[in-house]
């Protein structure tokens, strides 16, 4: 059975750093992709970054670039997520999923990429 748990949200005012937390039970953590991705309220599901299953390519999207950095140590079936200079336009619930395709030289961008997902952990950033 396969289990994915986020970790790390909360409340902060704008400014502040986060660090999110993933981790990966169930599969053989380095074969797979990882994405971190959020979703507001009414909303679909956007990718926030994501890294190829060695960490050789990552992703991060334009409006957190310089912000946010994505990390993972397959050691510890981990996937992180630094959050610093947090706005409150970064409010959301944050997913972490698994990418079913396997490549080291890309990584998912879309929702319906990934298989197995966390419940998610919330992040608010007050103003």
């Known amino acids: 059975q396969v289990q994915v748990e986020e970790s790390g949200g909360g409340l902060v005012q704008t400014g502040g750093s986060l660090r999110l937390s993933c981790t990966a039970k169930?599969?053989?953590?380095?074969?797979?992709?990882m994405g971190w991705f959020r979703q507001e309220p009414g909303k679909g599901r956007k990718i926030v970054a994501c890294?190829?299953?060695?960490?050789?390519?990552?992703y991060v999207v334009d409006s957190v670039k310089g912000r946010f950095t994505v990390s993972r140590d397959n050691a510890k079936n981990t996937l992180d997520l630094q959050m610093n200079g947090l706005k409150p336009e970064d409010t959301a619930m944050y997913y972490c999923a698994t990418d079913r395709g396997g490549h080291d030289h890309f990584c998912g961008q879309l929702a319906t990429e990934y298989d197995y997902w966390g419940q998610g952990t919330q992040v608010t950033v007050s103003s």
């Open positions: 890294m190829s299953f060695s960490g050789s390519h990552t």
């Open positions: 169930g599969i053989t953590f380095d074969d797979y992709g």
